[in-house]
């Protein structure tokens, strides 16, 4: 920092008396700001990309110039100790004010170290774990210069269509908001002055994942009872536990565009829940409200952003361009730049980036904390945690160590797809491991017969025969395949859902050739697929998303029974794209199907499938087996100030150790506006050795009943409720209690 501005400072913070006290930082801001120029406030407001990746459509600048002027508040897609150190030093030294930027990047599902999707770690049910993994991505994150990922994505998507599921929890209010707030608990942690931790992002706000035909960008219009009760929850939650900042949206919402929205943005983010953090715009989407039709040109694009509420401008230059021409003709107040200024200078006070600015770029501890073993070990057990097992039948896994496997697929032998969409700074060649090096930890060279079959989506039979031969070698038939990574995440929507290019049809002729053979098929995808004809085809299906740098470890840990899966559905598999958008807490119609008749006409059904899914939420096999018993409530009545308590004995009736995801349900029967068949209102997951029982016991209280009417009014109503304590959502209510 210049020696003069620092005297200066110094002055201003010692005038206050803070330098000698606890942190106070809401003072030093305002003191910081009395020095500050109009110009070098929305320079604060101002984020442009350091050109190392791209995330959206490219805009030229000159950044090294903009950071001199003090015009550039954050930096994204700038990563390594070197390259922070070498900018920061320009912020620091160069400009007027000294005052550091903010680097950020999308780490998204890991940062060199990469774990499974997000969606695949959903899976895994499993706070600690998802807690944990997103502590290491922050570790190694931050020992690259970074201060900022733009994660966790929280958006509630019910439809597979939409590319960026795969970033993810899942269709469930309940489990989305719990693993909302693992993730910010994970790269936040419990002191952000601490060099090893980084800015939580809650994005993409909001109701991003409900986009109009699964198009990604695409409109969205919702009640508000259901913006209130369903897709705003999670952001919710994220607020709860302390998250320090915010992503608006690329959509529109009921005829407003997200990155314009004063009614989200301002009256409930702020003034509702009281957000006292800074909100970024996504990639252009302060511009792109000119193409939706809601701002006239870039300067009104600009006016519009600024007073709805998104204090920074990523990527988009309106801002650094127009704000300081909009104040002096009276269209943004000024007090609204400042008060967007000291949200970001809040953060970075909190980070300690005034203290040291250079905390974060250290070349040595860089050296020392990316790729650890112990994250590497991390890495392989999330890959097994969040593989679910779709299908065995006739226990075609775990698999014999003995046998001779025909290993066969496009994905096979990959290095690259295998860490998926939003790899971060993940190495795919260097250091992700495979399905055939993970098989080779487990057998023998003269164990494993190859051939790659085909390519994801070219359509080209040659290979075709030799994987034919080597299934006809081999005991058993192990298959990989699925999507290319970049089939799903940011614009990557699908209308088929099938398994793509050839691959299906090299299955049946491998089923054709060997009919009597065991086949198991290993899925890698960023999104539920239809695989309504594979389940005929094979005899096992292992569902292990992209799951990452161990990944091929990780899922031969479960193939040979290293690990007993657990891990369950958080979207709800359709048996074809025409049931989309299909999941579990969906609302009755006044036709549903009867349980004695469900042939009945003039029901609300289809005349070509079943209602149901091919896999429904939260469903998952094991190795072994689990009886659900004896389910017991402490009342059959409560009042609007108790609780009542749903019991059931969860017993390990088959021959292996294992974990089962117990869930809790409830069915609110009759409300001023209709209620889901079934909501998620708890889960457990538990550890039961063979032959073992226990008595899993939760609680309800009022809070978890309420929701918002149609008047807006978040509340409970005195009524019938049904509950059940069960191993998915496919299930029937057998139990209830009322609420007086």
């Known amino acids: 920092m210049n020696l003069k501005v620092t005297i200066q400072l110094a002055t201003a913070f010692l005038t206050l008396g803070v ?21 070098e406030k929305i320079g604060q407001t101002v984020m442009y990309g350091g050109g190392w990746d791209k995330t959206g459509p490219t805009v030229s600048t000159d950044n090294v110039k903009f950071i001199k002027e003090g015009n550039m508040g954050a930096m994204l897609n700038v990563y390594t100790a070197k390259a922070t150190r070498d900018l920061q030093k320009i912020a620091v030294e160069e400009s007027r004010l000294g005052i550091p930027i903010l680097f950020g990047y999308d780490v998204i599902h890991g940062h060199r170290t990469i774990f499974p999707i997000n969606l695949g770690m959903a899976a895994s049910w499993d706070m600690n774990m998802i807690e944990n993994y997103s502590r290491i991505a922050a570790e190694e994150a931050s020992a690259e210069g970074l201060h900022w990922t733009f994660s966790p994505m929280v958006d509630i998507a019910r439809d597979p269509r939409w590319g960026r599921i795969s970033e993810g929890a899942g269709e469930d209010v309940y489990l989305g908001s719990e693993i909302a707030k693992a993730y910010v608990k994970g790269y936040q942690g419990d002191d952000l002055s601490k060099n090893n931790t980084i800015l939580a992002c809650s994005k993409h706000y909001v109701a991003y994942g409900a986009a109009q035909a699964g198009r990604d960008y695409h409109t969205v219009n ?11 929850p999670p952001f919710k939650a994220t607020v709860d536990v302390g998250v320090e900042t915010f992503m608006s949206a690329f959509n529109e919402l009921n005829g407003v565009p997200t990155s314009g929205n004063k009614f989200t943005l301002r009256d409930i983010l702020h003034d509702e829940w009281k957000f006292n953090g800074f909100v970024v715009s996504d990639y252009t989407s302060v511009n792109e409200m000119i193409p939706h039709g809601f701002a006239k040109d870039s300067i009104d694009a600009a006016r519009i952003g600024m007073n709805a509420g998104v204090d920074m401008d990523m990527m988009g230059h309106l801002y650094r361009k127009f704000l300081k021409d909009l104040v002096a003709e009276g269209k943004v107040d000024e007090a609204t730049i400042n008060d967007a200024c000291r949200r970001i200078l809040l953060t970075k006070f909190k980070l300690g980036l005034f203290d040291d600015p250079y905390r974060y770029s250290d070349e040595k501890r860089q050296q020392e904390t990316i790729y650890k073993p112990e994250f590497l070990k991390a890495a392989r057990e999330a890959a097994a945690a969040s593989s679910v097992l779709l299908q065995n039948n006739n226990n075609a896994l775990p698999l014999d160590k003995t046998k001779t496997i025909a290993l066969i697929g496009p994905l096979a032998k990959d290095e690259y797809h295998i860490n998926g969409n939003w790899g971060g700074a993940g190495d795919r060649k260097g250091k992700s491991v495979s399905v055939f090096e993970g098989l080779q930890e487990f057998l023998k060279d003269n164990q494993i017969i ?27 038939v192990l298959l990989v395949m699925g999507e290319d990574h970049g089939m799903s995440g940011e614009a990557a929507s699908r209308t088929n859902l099938k398994i793509p290019g050839i691959q299906p049809k090299l299955i049946k002729k491998i089923r054709e050739a060997v009919p009597n053979k065991k086949i198991v098929l290993v899925l890698m995808n960023g999104r539920p697929l239809n695989l309504s004809e594979e ?19 990780g899922v031969c840990d479960v193939l040979f029974g290293n690990y007993n899966p657990s891990a369950k559905l ?33 029901k609300s059904n289809y005349i070509d499938v079943p209602n149901t899914p091919l896999f429904p939420f939260g469903f998952g096999l094991s190795y072994t087996t689990f009886q659900y018993s004896d389910l017991k409530l402490s009342s059959n009545e409560i009042g609007m100030n ?5 019991t059931a004995t969860i017993t390990n009736t088959g021959t292996v150790d294992g974990y089962e995801i117990v869930q809790l349900y409830v069915h609110d029967r009759f409300g001023s506006i209709t209620r889901p068949v079934k909501e998620l209102k708890g889960f457990q997951k538990i550890f039961l050795k063979k032959g073992e029982s226990k008595t899993v016991s939760f609680t309800l209280s009022v809070e978890d009943l309420k929701y918002y009417n149609n008047e807006n009014i978040f509340g409970v109503e005195p009524g019938e409720f049904e509950i059940a304590i069960a191993p998915s959502s496919d299930f029937k209510f057998k139990h209830t209690f009322t609420l007086k």
Request: proline content about 6%.
């Open 19 to 39: 330098f000698a006290q606890q942190p106070n930082y809401e003072a030093k801001v305002d003191s910081l700001m009395k020095l500050m120029t109009l110009e």
């Open 222 to 232: 919702m009640s508000e009872d259901e913006l209130r009760n369903v897709y705003l």
């Open 450 to 476: 190859y051939a790659k079959g085909c390519d994801i989506v070219k359509d080209d039979e040659k290979g075709f025969q030799e994987a034919i031969d080597a299934a006809k070698k081999a005991d058993v």
């Open 535 to 553: 389940i005929s085809q094979v005899d096992a299906i292992l569902e292990a998303w992209f799951p990452g740098t161990m990944g091929g470890s």
């Open 570 to 602: 958080t979207f709800t598999f359709p048996r074809n794209v025409g049931q989309v958008p299909i999941y579990y807490n969906m609302k009755n119609t006044g036709r549903p199907i009867p349980d004695n008749n469900p042939t009945e006409d003039y």
């Open 642 to 646: 108790n609780q009542l308590t749903a």
